[in-house]
């Protein structure tokens, strides 16, 4: 028996056929490398997303947490603010007292109560009567000084000296808190960084 080649017959592709199947491979190789980029930058933003979340989330915490800081530095100042308004100034009042005081006037006592129109209590001693009147005339006089009541009055024989009480009430200004400015000295020179 003999065995006989045959030559096949090889089918040849067309052209059309062949470009088509060249153009799909790019593109399917394409789709396939699209999918796994894109995939894979999906996965790193979720990834920084959750990362600003929780980052976030920690924020949120550490402003709540300065934000209750702050609120109890706010109450503070309030509470200074309300203290500040209420103090009372009384180096003013002593001020006054003390360049309004005529001469052979001894004042010995002195009593303030901090609520708003109380009078001022001030005791002392003179020679005479006269002394009396001419200070609750120059107390009256000034502008911070509503008004003057003479309380009572003793005289003390043994000493020859007159005793008395005055009620001074003064306007709410002079006993105003005044803040004071503290002026920089210019003999003293001041550094600074740069």
């Known amino acids: 028996m003999a065995i006989e080649i045959t030559p096949q017959k090889r089918s040849r592709a067309t052209l059309f056929a062949t470009i088509v199947g060249i153009i799909s491979a790019f593109l399917i190789i394409a789709l396939v490398g699209s999918f796994l980029y894109f995939y894979i ?15 976030s989330l ?9 934000e209750n800081e702050l609120s109890i530095f706010q109450k503070r100042i309030d509470d200074f603010d309300l203290l500040l ?9 002593f001020s ?18 901090s609520e708003a129109n109380e009078p001022i209590l001030l005791t002392g001693e003179t020679n005479s009567f ?13 502008e911070l000084i509503r008004s003057v009541n003479l309380g009572e009055i003793t005289i003390n024989e043994e000493e020859g000296k007159i005793e008395f009480a005055l009620e001074l009430i003064f306007d709410s200004k002079a006993l105003n808190f005044k803040e004071e ?7 003293i020179p001041i550094e600074t960084l740069e």
């Open 181 to 187: 400015v503290i002026e920089e000295n210019p003999e």
């Open 85 to 93: 308004s209420k103090h009372k100034d009384l180096l003013n009042i």
């Open 41 to 55: 930058t999906n996965n790193n933003l979720v990834e920084k997303i959750q990362e600003l979340r929780d980052s």
């Open 130 to 142: 006269f002394a009396i009147e001419q200070q609750i005339a120059v107390f009256k006089s000034h």
């Open 58 to 66: 920690d924020l949120d915490q550490t402003i709540r947490n300065k």
């Open 96 to 113: 006054i007292i003390e360049e309004k005081t005529i001469p052979f006037m001894w004042f010995d006592s002195f009593v303030f109560l």
